[in-house]
C-alpha cells in the first residue's frame, strides 16, 4: 500500500520560514518524480516546485516561489522537502506531495500517481 504523509505545516506570520516533509512508503521511492502542490480557498490547485526522478536531474519552480522556496529529496529517507523562506499571506493553503512515476518534472497534476492528505499552511500579515 502507498502512502504519502506530509508534515511540517502549521501558522506563520510573513517573512518567517517553514520546512515541509513528506515521507513515501510502498513505492521505489527514487523512480519517481516528487512535487509539492498547493490550493489556496476558492482557488485551483498549483504546482509549487517538483523534483524528477533521481537520474532525470530536473528541478523547476512555479515562478511565484522562485528564489524563497527549495525542493528537495532523500532516497534513502524516501523523503521529500520543501524549504519556504520568506513566505508571504499569499503562501496560505493546503500543500500536497504527489509522486510520477519515471516522471521527469511536469505540472500537470492529473499525471501524478499518488498524493498525500495534504498539511495546512497558513501566513498571516
Known amino acids: 500500500q502507498v502512502q504519502l504523509v506530509e508534515s511540517g505545516g502549521g501558522l506563520v506570520q510573513a517573512g518567517d520560514s517553514l520546512r515541509l516533509s513528506c515521507v513515501a512508503s510502498?513505492?521505489?521511492?527514487?523512480?519517481?518524480?516528487v512535487a509539492w502542490f498547493r490550493q489556496a480557498p476558492g482557488k485551483q490547485r498549483e504546482l509549487v516546485a517538483v523534483?524528477?526522478?533521481?537520474?532525470?536531474?530536473?528541478?523547476n519552480y512555479a515562478d511565484s516561489v522562485k528564489g524563497r522556496f527549495t525542493i528537495s529529496r532523500d532516497n534513502a529517507q524516501n523523503t521529500v522537502y520543501l524549504q519556504m523562506n520568506s513566505l508571504r499571506p499569499g503562501g496560505t493553503a493546503v500543500y500536497y506531495c504527489a509522486l510520477e512515476k519515471y516522471g521527469l518534472g511536469r505540472k500537470d497534476e492529473s499525471v501524478y500517481d499518488y498524493w498525500g492528505q495534504g498539511t495546512q499552511v497558513t501566513v498571516s500579515s
Open positions: 523534483i524528477s526522478h533521481s537520474h532525470g536531474g530536473r528541478i
Open positions: 510502498g513505492v521505489p521511492f527514487s523512480t519517481y518524480a
